[in-house]
């Protein structure tokens, strides 16, 4: 059985840092695509930074270089080093994986969460002004 239990999230003022992690465990291969996506209330769930089993990285627009994903492959587990916050990156954040090739990352793109099988069950980061 596949997991991801999320850790870290929490309340910061506009410029601070947060660090997300996700250890994943049940997979019977490390060739799997991850990714971090956040939902706001009243908005859709969007991409934030996806990366695959060779390490290429991609991220959303509106993080890039701010936000830098991660993986550690002897833990098996995700991170999201988040820098120079803002109160527009409030949200619920969800680590996401899949045990798939993951060749729009490569392309610079996050990908929507229908890609993706696996779901941590989320942390709040919330950034005040």
């Known amino acids: 059985q596949v997991q991801l239990v999320q850790s870290g999230g929490g309340s910061v003022q506009a410029g601070g840092s947060l660090r997300l992690s996700c250890p994943v465990s049940g997979y019977t291969s490390r060739s799997y695509c991850m990714a971090w996506f956040r939902q706001a209330p009243g908005k859709e769930r969007e991409g934030v930074a996806g990366?695959?089993?060779?390490?290429?990285?991609s991220y959303a627009d509106s993080v890039k270089g701010r936000f830098t994903i991660s993986k550690d492959n002897a833990k098996d587990e995700l991170y999201l080093q988040m820098t120079s916050l803002k109160p527009e990156d409030t949200a619920m954040y969800y680590c996401?994986?899949?045990?798939?090739?993951?060749?729009?990352?490569?392309?610079?793109?996050?990908?929507?969460?229908?890609?993706?099988?696996?779901w941590g069950q989320g942390t709040q980061v919330t950034v005040s002004s």
């Open positions: 996401a994986a899949d045990l798939m090739k993951c060749p729009w990352i490569e392309g610079g793109l996050v990908g929507p969460p229908e890609l993706y099988n696996d």
């Open positions: 990366i695959d089993s060779d390490g290429s990285t």
